[in-house]
């Protein structure tokens, strides 16, 4: 694992397209979010530590905003053949077990994640009601604690405090802060060949 933050995507960006297979049996692309006053947007993994950290915050955090029409959509970009714990099958599995609500999508290509400028999991965007980019970076500012390679402990939970204060702010059609921090995770498993510029 390299340790690695978010790019940063320059804010007023508009949300690039995309077109991905959820665990779900769908096909999903940006359109399918049009009705959502806010779109959130993830890069996740399913073994990665510190998406692991935020899981339990973050479901309970998606199912608050749901209700308030903010939608949801978490992609995993992982090169699955080097990395097979983040296969399709095991991301159904994974969606499952934590109970989350929002369409989970396999970028097999990673050219949606290369679009966003995507470099760690978790890589959280959010969009605003015209899609253009009103927030970037972390969900709190907790991290798991390195134990020992590959072992991580929790020792403060994750409250994605961070994520809600943007997702209130723009609800109530107040100015964002723009000074925001990245986010801090496992980089994202690139094939080879792949390897953006940017990273």
Same mark, same amino acid.
């Not at 991905?20 to 692309?29: A, C, H, I, M």
């Not at 090169?79 to 599995?93: G, I, N, Q, T, W």
């Not at 400028?117 to 899609?131: G, H, K, L, M, N």
């Given at each position: 694992?390299?340790?690695?933050?978010?790019?940063?995507?320059?804010?007023?960006?508009?949300?690039?397209?995309?077109?991905?297979?959820?665990?779900?049996?769908?096909?999903?692309?940006?359109?399918?979010?049009?009705?959502?006053?806010?779109?959130?947007?993830?890069?996740?993994?399913?073994?990665?530590?510190?998406?692991?950290?935020?899981?339990?915050?973050?479901?309970?955090?998606?199912?608050?905003?749901?209700?308030?029409?903010?939608?949801?959509?978490? +992609? /995993? $970009?992982?090169?699955?053949?080097?990395?097979?714990?983040?296969?399709? *099958?095991?991301? !159904? @599995?994974?969606?499952?077990?934590?109970?989350?609500?929002?369409?989970?999508?396999?970028?097999?290509?990673?050219?949606?994640?290369?679009?966003?400028?995507?470099?760690?999991?978790?890589?959280?965007?959010?969009?605003?009601?015209?899609?253009?980019?009103?927030?970037?970076?972390?969900?709190?500012?907790?991290?798991?604690?390195? +134990? /020992? $390679?590959?072992?991580?402990?929790?020792?403060?939970?994750?409250?994605? *405090?961070?994520? !809600? @204060?943007?997702?209130?702010?723009?609800?109530?059609?107040?100015?964002?802060?723009?000074?925001?921090?990245?986010?801090?995770?496992?980089?994202?498993?690139?094939?080879?060949?792949?390897?953006?510029?940017?990273?």
């Amino acid at each position: 694992m390299a340790l690695t933050e978010s790019t940063m995507m320059e804010l007023g960006s508009f949300a690039p397209d995309f077109s991905l297979p959820s665990t779900d049996g769908e096909q999903l692309s940006l359109a399918d979010f049009k009705d959502a006053k806010l779109l959130v947007v993830l890069f996740i993994c399913n073994h990665c530590p510190y998406v692991i950290h935020i899981a339990p915050a973050l479901k309970k955090l998606s199912d608050t905003y749901l209700a308030k029409s903010v939608a949801f959509v978490a +992609i /995993s $970009s992982n090169d699955v053949e080097h990395y097979p714990a983040d296969s399709f *099958e095991l991301m !159904a @599995k994974e969606k499952a077990k934590r109970a989350y609500q929002f369409p989970y999508l396999y970028d097999q290509e990673q050219k949606v994640a290369r679009a966003y400028q995507a470099a760690c999991t978790p890589d959280i965007y959010v969009f605003d009601e015209t899609r253009k980019l009103a927030y970037r970076g972390e969900f709190d500012g907790s991290r798991p604690t390195r +134990i /020992s $390679s590959g072992n991580y402990r929790s020792d403060n939970q994750a409250t994605g *405090e961070s994520l !809600a @204060k943007a997702l209130d702010t723009l609800l109530a059609g107040d100015k964002i802060n723009t000074t925001q921090y990245p986010s801090i995770g496992c980089n994202i498993k690139w094939k080879a060949g792949n390897e953006p510029d940017y990273v």
